[in-house]
């Protein structure tokens, strides 16, 4: 019996059926936990989510900015829906895609699992979130998106804007914790995000930190594993464990065995991209073919 934390597949189907394959994943035995970002910009989105749908009884998954994307996108009229990108637009207009796109509202913010000593986010906490104050502030956001409510938030979940603040109520309040879970690389000391900044770590203008080094940041008292930053590539410091190396970018598609005392790194190829891509760019300076005002 074995427990994996997978990176962002981002609609990689071919990738995961093979780390999967890679890991001899046994149903019967073996837990799943996805980082987040299930979708877009892979060209198999649907099937990558029907697989992990399928999977559930075997997994757990914590929403990614893309993911609620989709959510948000899901609610509006079918014209507006046709105006994603291909990928998207086959999930929308799936025959089982209320079913897929309710399952995935239901799906947490943060997963804790005290008994192994892990937690996991898709991007960060906010600086002086303990595990205890980022389980209370995801929960906030899970039932709303679990309510008669969702729509509203869906709908105005969009935008930089307030950073988080404890004083904060309502939707802005809502807003800036989605912003911490789904969209944080970069902040200030006092936990400002740093949405623009993107690149790894040395690129950032003066002032700011990754998430996880900003000083006096509160002590956890759970190893994270996160996706979401592809920049950063695999790295593992501080008590966390970042996972997104790019896969839908061509890099890897990794797992972490989190049931183990030593680090377990599996990794297989992800998915095929032409080699020479017009207007080449690095990953974090590429638009957002498909999910309109939104974070990578």
Known sequence: MATYAIGDLQGCYDPLQRLLERLRFDPAQD????????????????????????????????????????????????????????????????????????????????????????????????????????????????????????????????????????????????????NVFTRLRYCSPRGRIAFEEKGAPGTQQPGLYPWYEVPGRAERDLKIVCGHWSTLGLFLGHGVHAIDTGAVWGGKLTALQLDTDELRVIQVPGRDVPANPPQPRPPYHRPLPAVPARDE
């Open 31 to 178: 837990r799943l936990w996805f980082c987040g970002d299930l979708v877009n910009r892979g060209g198999q989105s649907l099937e990558t989510l029907r697989l992990v749908h399928s999977l559930r009884a075997q997994s757990v998954v914590v929403l990614g900015n893309h993911d609620l994307s989709l959510l948000a996108i899901g609610e509006r009229r079918p014209d507006e829906q046709r105006k994603v990108n291909p990928d998207l637009q086959r999930v929308l207009f799936a025959d089982d895609a209320r079913e897929l796109l309710d399952w995935l509202r239901l799906q947490p913010l943060l997963h804790a699992d005290r008994a192994l000593g892990w937690m996991m986010v898709h991007a960060g906490l906010a600086p002086k979130w303990t595990t205890t104050l980022a389980e209370k502030h995801a929960s906030e956001v899970e039932r709303k998106l679990r309510s008669e409510g969702y729509r509203k938030l869906l709908k105005n979940m969009y935008g930089d804007k307030p950073a988080w603040s404890p004083g904060l109520g309502g939707i802005e309040r809502e807003r800036a914790i989605i």
